[in-house]
């Protein structure tokens, strides 16, 4: 069933600034008939007898004056975004000019859309779920090729089809199990258990594929963060740079010049990997420099991956000691700088890392770097055309609520306990389903979701 709502919505969907066209879309019942009160086209034909998905060249015209030269498309209500009737108007691209028509059109009817209420209108008229809508949330904020194939993914429904075949499989054991609560006197012969222990523990195993792709779409969707970590002057600023291939950070021969945490992206493989330069780690009695010290440790505590780097042409000392100890239970890459010089540095210390040889300053090793870090980064598993990756955390906490729900589910059936038990169980675990695609989500939380979007989509 459509979802018509009372009133028409209007937002310019382009980025607002000078640019060389801006769309501002119109959407809602009456909309062809508000455009067509504005504008003019150059053949005298009106929109309205226009056909579904096309273009018409005019002029947006208000009290008798021309105010641009547009283009307006026109979408029918049910085969358009919204499953609304929809226009838009592409106009110059101009900060005036779109105000002035964005003003024209609120006063000849239309109301300033919401964030997020053209997506909202098309979840609400059933177009998308929500899972859908939230994939374009993160194609908006995709940075790299990699991120936007993952959201497409979701977008087409991947996510949202494998999540409704679980919660398939839930239902079918309810409505089994329903059937024995109304028919008190057959009881649930031994077979009939085993047949929902094993439901069950295929739903339990396809909701841990996917809570098991979780850290990896995690990584896609906000990136990686790596820090770069070692004692003052041992190249982690020239790193960063050669990584960059920029002049991003300060590099000078003078031990602390890196105060402060240095941020920047970068791409590898398709993930967004967010490289941060930290202060020299070393014992100091300078306020400042110790600040930066006890920060770059803090955010080393934090990274996903951390650059450790040695001088191998200076004999390993206390602070190198203490630094090999704090990395020993984390995801680390040794990074054995100055190669071009003669090694003083003890090597066996390292025998049980993950160590790459490399001279930052001749520019050598860096592509074992890059392709360690991808290693680290890349699950082979996850690599196939038809994978979908759970990049959102809302969706992994309610797999793993759905989760615990089935684990408890085969419980009460392993032990044989009432199917009414069964079913409070794995009711649980279809309502939390149920939220990941909005099909039993509050109206608060699907506010919440759609408030994070841009105005205009």
């Known amino acids: 069933m459509i979802y018509y709502t009372d009133d028409i919505i209007a937002a310019q969907a382009t980025p607002v600034g000078m640019g060389g066209i801006s769309i501002i879309r119109i959407s809602g019942k009456g909309s062809i008939d508000l455009v067509d009160s504005i504008f003019i086209s150059k053949s005298g034909v009106k929109i309205a007898q226009k056909p579904t998905y096309t273009m018409t060249y005019g002029n947006i015209v208000y009290n008798n004056a021309v105010i641009d030269e547009v283009i307006v498309s026109v979408m029918r209500a049910p085969n358009s975004y919204t499953c609304e009737d929809v226009v838009e108007i592409n106009c110059h691209g101009g900060i005036a000019a779109v105000k002035k028509i964005m003003d024209i059109v609120v006063l000849s009817g239309a109301r300033v859309a919401d964030a997020g209420e053209f997506t909202k209108r098309a979840f609400l008229n059933g177009r998308i779920d929500i899972t859908q809508a939230e994939a374009v949330i993160d194609i908006i904020n995709s940075k790299t090729e990699r991120t936007v194939k993952n959201a497409l993914k979701q977008l087409s429904g991947g996510l949202s089809d494998k999540v409704k075949n679980i919660r398939n499989i839930l239902i079918d054991i309810v409505a089994a199990t329903d059937a024995a ?71 000078t021969d003078i031990p602390g010049t890196t105060r402060d945490t240095v941020e920047e992206f970068i791409n590898i493989a398709g993930i967004p990997i967010k490289i941060m330069d930290t202060a020299g780690i070393r014992d100091t009695k300078d306020t400042v420099e110790k600040i930066g010290v006890d920060k770059a440790i803090k955010t080393a505590n934090d990274a996903d991956i951390i650059l450790f780097l040695i001088d191998t042409s200076k004999p390993l000392d206390n602070d190198d000691l203490k630094l090999i100890d704090f990395v020993n239970d984390k995801k680390v890459i040794v990074i054995l700088n100055k190669i071009d010089l003669e090694c003083k540095a003890n090597l066996s210390l390292f025998c049980n890392f993950n160590t790459v040889s490399m001279s930052i300053k001749e520019n050598k090793g860096i592509d074992s770097l890059l392709n360690a870090i991808e290693n680290i980064i890349i699950d082979s598993s996850l690599e196939s055309d038809d994978s979908v990756m759970v990049s959102n955390i809302r969706h992994k906490n309610l797999l793993l609520s759905s989760k615990n729900a089935i684990e408890k589910a085969l419980y009460t059936t392993k032990t044989h306990m009432p199917e009414d038990f ?35 989509k």
């Open 422 to 456: 069964v079913a409070i169980d794995i009711k649980e675990a279809i309502s939390f389903l149920g939220d990941i695609t909005g099909e039993s989500l509050k109206d608060d939380i699907i506010n919440r979701i759609f408030e994070k979007f841009c105005v205009g």
């Open 181 to 251: 609560i109304d028919y008190p006197d057959d009881e649930i012969e031994e077979q009939n258990y085993s047949q929902i222990e094993f439901n069950l523990n295929k739903a339990l195993k396809d909701v841990e594929e996917l809570i098991n792709t979780a850290e990896m779409g995690k990584m896609l969707q906000y990136g990686v963060n790596v820090v770069i970590l070692g004692k003052p002057n041992v190249g982690k600023s020239s790193l960063l740079n050669l990584l960059l291939k920029e002049e991003r950070a300060i590099v």
